[in-house]
């Protein structure tokens, strides 16, 4: 606890006590169903209050039918009471505080599942390929007040502690108050006091109804980060207006709007650093001579916590991600376990399936949304076996992991000088550093629990054979084979870019059958390292692979960097010309003095021990990439089953 004294120290929020100055932010999970709260919900909160954090507020009570744009979010309507009574309960027994935030999405909740249109300040649309939405009259601005009123007094009957009331992330409130969203020319646009009355005539409304029943805050962002929109100092200035003149009980700050890419930017994924925000907010927190300010966005480790605490700005910060990552990280470090954590790496795959309407999961643990299903720790075994895992990347530490928690006799056998697989490579690109916290924690693991890793092994069918393991978990892997290109010759592959340190002067032209995380950070990469950069593929959308929001920040770098990225495209070359066309349009560019073609094909699986190992009778488990090639999230959900399965 001395290096994290802060961290650790209690605190007050109005009438409601922190054990410690560590929250979860809301955040949608899509575990909903109907638009409730599920069983998912409450083992989802339980199991994060059971691992020590200090307050969590739960996602969005949506206020309004115009605002279910999320299949599995949650409304604020009377049936849902008796779900979000568990929830509270499920939590505050296990010592942590509880809020929940309330919030309309406005323009950008087009409700397909209901069929009900958006509704916003104007008819703008949040972005190109979004819905018009019903511009607000005011009949409809009191209905959504009274909406608020509703939800909040549901929560203070549900026994919440706490209510958030949300003006930041491009939500209704939100657009009203940014010069980007709202162009009204009644009363309720045009100045900064005009943008501002709708959502204060909320806040003051949600105030008034609950009194002092509750402790009541506001969610804003910090700056929107849209050219036009609600700045920085406009941020100040809103910050300083609700400190002077609104009794809340604490301010939470995070930046951006939904907009394209802004807010990417809200989720950062590894490439922007750790805490890269903490000085918007602390220059909001400034601001704040009498309300409490929290904090949000990649907080990554309890370090960063007590940087951040430490300023004597802040109040507590958001470690959300963190916690979906590994909900106990709180308790282990007060254990003085720090180094069992298992660690976020902000790879968004979180994020980006919430995107996709399907519920939440996590990329280093699996167990999320499952955690009635897959307790942890995971039960032990009936039966100690002998299992011999051929692999150390994800897939097969993974497995390894689980099988020896639950008591088997676990080796690793590893055909290269050290395990990780394709992280090795991976992390050797652009902002993709934090990749080796993934492979460092599942090293040390297995470390800890005694599982020996055996490095430079190719073994033979006969070799395994004789090994005697009573189980066989193949987890080979793919590998990316390099091609010869038509009219060049042998192209290079991706891990050629990635491990070069310098490409001053050199133009590399990438083709890109594979579309993923491998072509963005061979992009970056190369372009960093000084490469004019050329990206094609015949995808119409490029980096399609890529989770949602990080393709959002990848492209806008990418952009920034230079990189042309050519879609719908192919590439013929002749010498050290590629003429790339198009199928939707006619004609062609030719790119003179290509120095380096990169082709980016799917992976193959090793696969050549399976039908011979089958062949010998062995009990054998493929698991990752030698059954089909894919993410880190397929790679570590399958080991992580498997493992249990065992």
């Given at each position: 606890m001395t290096r994290h004294e802060r961290v650790f120290s209690p605190v007050d929020l109005g009438s409601v006590r922190l054990r410690n100055r560590v929250f979860v932010s809301a955040h949608t999970t899509n575990f909903g169903q109907d638009f409730l709260p599920t069983d998912r919900h409450v083992a989802y909160h339980r199991e994060r209050a059971r691992g020590g954090v200090g307050l969590i507020v739960t996602e969005p009570l949506r206020?309004?039918?115009?605002?279910?744009?999320?299949?599995?979010?949650?409304?604020?309507?009377?049936?849902?009471?008796?779900?979000?009574?568990r929830i509270v309960t499920a939590v505050r027994d296990e010592g942590a505080a509880i809020f929940t935030q309330v919030t309309h999405a406005g323009r950008h909740s087009e409700n397909v599942f209901r069929r009900t249109a958006a509704w916003g300040p104007t008819s703008t649309r949040w972005s190109s390929s979004g819905g018009v939405p019903h511009a607000m009259t005011r009949r409809d601005m009191t209905e959504i007040v009274e909406a608020y009123v509703a939800a909040v007094r549901l929560a203070v009957r549900a026994g919440f502690q706490g209510v958030e009331v949300h003006f930041g992330h491009g939500h209704l409130l939100h657009q009203f108050i940014s010069p980007?969203?709202?162009?009204?020319?009644?009363?309720?646009?045009?100045?900064?006091?005009?943008?501002?009355?709708?959502?204060?005539?909320?806040?003051?409304?949600?105030?008034?109804?609950?009194?002092?029943?509750?402790?009541?805050?506001?969610?804003?962002?910090?700056?929107?980060?849209?050219?036009?929109?609600?700045?920085?100092?406009?941020?100040?200035?809103?910050?300083?207006?609700?400190?002077t003149t609104r009794p809340i009980g604490f301010l939470n700050v995070s930046l951006a709007s939904y907009t394209v890419p802004s807010i990417g930017h809200h989720v950062a994924d590894m490439s922007e650093g750790h805490t890269p925000y903490l000085d918007d907010a602390l220059a909001v927190a400034q601001e704040c001579e009498r309300v409490p300010v929290l904090a949000a966005c990649r907080f990554l480790d309890l370090d960063d916590a007590e940087r951040g605490l430490a300023t004597g700005l802040l109040t507590a910060v958001a470690m959300t991600r963190a916690h979906i990552a590994?909900?106990?990280?709180?308790?282990k470090a007060d254990a003085g376990a720090e180094g069992t954590?298992?660690?976020?790496?902000?790879?968004?795959?979180?994020?980006?399936?919430?995107a996709g309407h399907r519920p939440m999961t996590c990329m280093m643990n699996p167990t999320v949304g499952r955690e009635e299903e897959w307790p942890e720790p995971a039960p032990q075994?009936?039966?100690?076996?002998?299992?011999?895992?051929?692999?150390?990347?994800?897939?097969?530490?993974e497995t390894a992991r689980v099988a020896a928690e639950r008591g088997h006799d676990v080796e690793v056998w590893e055909s290269a000088p050290e395990p990780g697989g394709q992280l090795r490579v991976g992390r050797r690109g652009a902002g993709r550093a934090d990749l080796d916290r993934l492979r460092a924690h599942l090293e040390g693991r297995l470390a800890d629990l005694g599982v020996p890793v055996r490095a430079d092994v190719e073994p033979t069918a006969a070799d395994v054979v004789a090994h005697g393991a009573d189980a066989v978990v193949l987890a080979t892997g793919a590998t990316h084979v390099a091609r010869r290109v038509p009219g060049w010759g042998p192209a290079i592959t991706g891990s050629d870019v990635l491990c070069r340190e310098?490409?001053?002067?050199?133009?590399?032209?990438?083709?890109?059958?594979?579309?993923?995380?491998?072509?963005?950070?061979?992009?970056?990469?190369?372009?960093?390292?000084?490469?004019?950069?050329?990206?094609?593929?015949?995808?119409?959308?490029?980096?399609?692979?890529?989770?949602?929001?990080?393709?959002?920040?990848?492209?806008?770098?990418?952009?920034?960097?230079?990189?042309?990225l050519w879609a719908?495209?192919?590439?013929?070359?002749?010498?050290?010309?590629?003429?790339?066309?198009?199928?939707?349009?006619?004609?062609?560019?030719?790119?003179?003095?290509?120095?380096?073609?990169?082709a980016l094909d799917p992976p193959v699986p090793r696969e050549e021990l399976v039908e011979p190992?089958?062949?010998?009778?062995l009990e054998l488990h493929p698991v990752g990439d030698v059954v089909a090639p894919r993410t880190l999230l397929e790679a570590m959900a399958e080991g992580h089953a498997l493992g249990r399965a065992l």
């Open positions: 206020v309004h039918p115009t605002s279910l744009g999320r299949a599995g979010g949650l409304a604020a309507v009377p049936e849902a009471l008796p779900g979000l009574e980007a969203s709202n162009t009204r020319t009644d009363a309720y646009g045009g100045s900064e006091e005009a943008r501002l009355r709708f959502p204060l005539e909320v806040l003051d409304a949600v105030l008034d109804a609950v009194g002092d029943q509750v402790v009541v805050g506001v969610r804003m962002s910090a700056d929107e980060l849209v050219t036009g929109g609600q700045d920085l100092e406009a941020g100040r200035r809103i910050a300083h207006l609700l400190d590994d909900p106990h990280l709180l308790r954590i298992r660690p976020c790496v902000s790879c968004n795959f979180c994020i980006g399936e919430i075994a009936g039966r100690r076996r002998r299992l011999l895992v051929l692999g150390g990347g994800t897939a097969g530490m310098s490409w001053t002067d050199q133009t590399v032209l990438i083709l890109d059958e594979d579309n993923g995380w491998v072509a963005a950070s061979v992009a970056e990469t190369a372009a960093r390292r000084g490469a004019t950069v050329h990206l094609v593929t015949a995808a119409g959308t490029p980096l399609s692979g890529v989770s949602e929001y990080s393709r959002m920040t990848y492209v806008e770098r990418l952009r920034d960097l230079g990189v042309q719908a495209s192919r590439a013929e070359l002749a010498g050290g010309t590629a003429t790339i066309s198009s199928g939707l349009h006619d004609g062609a560019t030719d790119l003179d003095r290509v120095t380096h073609v990169v190992l089958y062949a010998a009778g």
